[in-house]
C-alpha cells in the first residue's frame, strides 16, 4: 500500500480534501462548467441481426447496447471460453504450467468428434498444456477440451461441475454447461450478458491466456489451422481477441474484444445466421460504441482520493483510496462532466487496517449517480499512546454534542 511520503508526492497538483469532523460529504467540482457542453446526440444502436448481443465497457461493465441480454441461448463453442478461462485460474494457483505433460485418454481421442472442430490428438499422446490450450482456443478442439478436462478435475463431469461452480462465483446466472466443449446437449444454456462476463473477467483475471486468442493460426499432427475470429485479420478494428461458436441449435456466435486508445470493448452476438454475418453484426456494434462513447478512469487503485482524519491513533491522517481502478463510461461529450462525491465513515477510531472500508465515492453526471466505489485505507494506522486516546475521546464527545445542537437549530 502507498505510504505518507508517496502520499505527498502523488498529491502535488491534484485536489485534496480534507475530512476532519464526520460525517462527511466532498464534492469535487465537475472539470466544465454547467451548460459549457453542448449536449450531443447520440444515435440508437444499430439493428443487429442475432437473437441476441450484449456490448460491453470491459473497464466499467456498463453496457452500451443490448437486445435479449438474459435470454438462455445454446452456445456452442463460446462455452470454450470458460474451459480456458479455468485453466488460467488453475495456472494462476500454481496447479498447472505450461510445460506440463497431459497423456491423451481414450475418450479425448479426435475419432470421436468425426463431424466438429478438433486437434486431431489421439490416445497415448504426451501434449503439453500450452499446445492442448491453442488447440482448445485457436482451433477450437473438442478432442483438446475434453483432454484438458481430465486432466484437471479427473473426468470430464468433475470437470463440468467445476465449470458450474465457475459460473456461479462470477455472477453468471443464467449459464449451465453440460460439456467442456458445448457441443448440443440437454441443458446446456448461457446468455450474451453471462458471455460478455465471462470474457470481461478472462481479460482481467487471466492475461496469459487471453492473449493467445490475439494469435491468428496453430498447428498440430503436421495440420494447421486458424484461428476462426475472422475479425483478427479485420484492419479497421484492433481486435485483439475472442471465440467463435456454431451448432444447427445455437446458430453462428462471437464474443469479441477491441481497444480503442484506453477504451476496451466486449461484443457478444449469438444466434446469427451465418459465419459472415456474426463478423458484420460485431463490427457494427464495435464502430457504433467507439464512436459514440468513451471510457474515463475516475479512480486509481491505491492513490490518495483525499485525506481522513483518524481518531485515538498513533497518527491522525489516512489515505483514503480504492480497492480497484474506477473507470465511468458515457457518451463522449459527458465525460468532462463529471462530479464526484466522497463519503466516509463519521468518528473513524484507529486501529485501521489497509483495505478497510472507510466511506463510499459516488461520481455523478447531471445529478445522476453513473459509478460509485468503496473508499477504502490507503494504510494501516495504530492505536495511539493512553493519553492521546484520552484526548481525542475528549474531542470526540465535544464533536458530537456540536452536531447535535447543529441538528436542533437547523
Known sequence: MISLTELKKSLSGCLLLVATVTPFVATAAPST???????????????????????????????IAAK?????????????????????????????TFT??????????????????????????????????????????????????EHIAGSEEAFVSLMNSWAEQLGMTGSNFVNAHGLDGEGISTTPLDMAVLLQRMIRDTPQIY???????FTWANISQQNRNRLLWDKSLNVDGGKTGYTSNAGYSLAASAVDGDMRLVSVVMG???????????????????????????????????????WMGAQQQ??????????????????????????????????????????????????????????????????????????????????????QVKAAIF
Open 33 to 63: 462548467t454547467a451548460g459549457a457542453v453542448q449536449a450531443q446526440m447520440i444515435p440508437a444502436a444499430p439493428a443487429i441481426e442475432a437473437r441476441g448481443y450484449v456490448l460491453m465497457d470491459a473497464h466499467s461493465g456498463e453496457i
Open 68 to 96: 435479449n441480454a438474459d435470454q438462455q441461448m445454446a452456445p456452442a463453442s463460446l462455452t470454450k471460453i470458460m474451459t480456458a478461462y479455468i485453466i488460467g485460474q488453475e495456472l494462476n494457483q500454481q496447479r498447472l
Open 100 to 149: 506440463d505433460p497431459v497423456t491423451i485418454s481414450r475418450t479425448a481421442w479426435s475419432r470421436n468428434f468425426p463431424d466438429s472442430s478438433k486437434m486431431f490428438i489421439k490416445p497415448g499422446d504426451a501434449v503439453s498444456v500450452a499446445d492442448l490450450t491453442r488447440g482448445i482456443m485457436i482451433q477450437s478442439g473438442n478432442d483438446a477440451c475434453v483432454a484438458m478436462a
Open 211 to 217: 492473449k493467445i486468442y490475439s494469435e491468428k493460426s
Open 272 to 310: 446469427t445466421a451465418s459465419a459472415q454475418a456474426r463478423i458484420q453484426e460485431t463490427r457494427k456494434l464495435m464502430n457504433y460504441g467507439f464512436r459514440f462513447y468513451g471510457s474515463k478512469k475516475v479512480a486509481e487503485q491505491n492513490m490518495p482520493l483525499m485525506i481522513s482524519r483518524v
Open 318 to 403: 489516512l489515505p483514503v483510496t480504492v480497492a480497484e481502478d474506477v473507470y465511468v463510461t458515457l457518451p463522449r461529450a459527458r465525460l468532462n462532466q463529471l462530479q464526484a462525491e466522497f463519503e466516509l465513515q463519521p468518528q473513524l477510531a484507529a486501529p485501521v487496517t489497509a483495505g478497510q472500508v472507510v466511506g463510499m465515492a459516488r461520481w455523478r453526471q447531471n445529478g445522476e449517480v453513473v459509478q460509485e466505489a468503496q473508499l477504502v485505507a490507503g494504510i494501516d494506522i495504530a492505536e495511539g499512546d493512553l493519553l492521546q486516546q484520552l484526548q481525542d475521546q475528549i474531542m470526540m464527545r465535544v464533536d458530537s454534542l456540536i452536531q
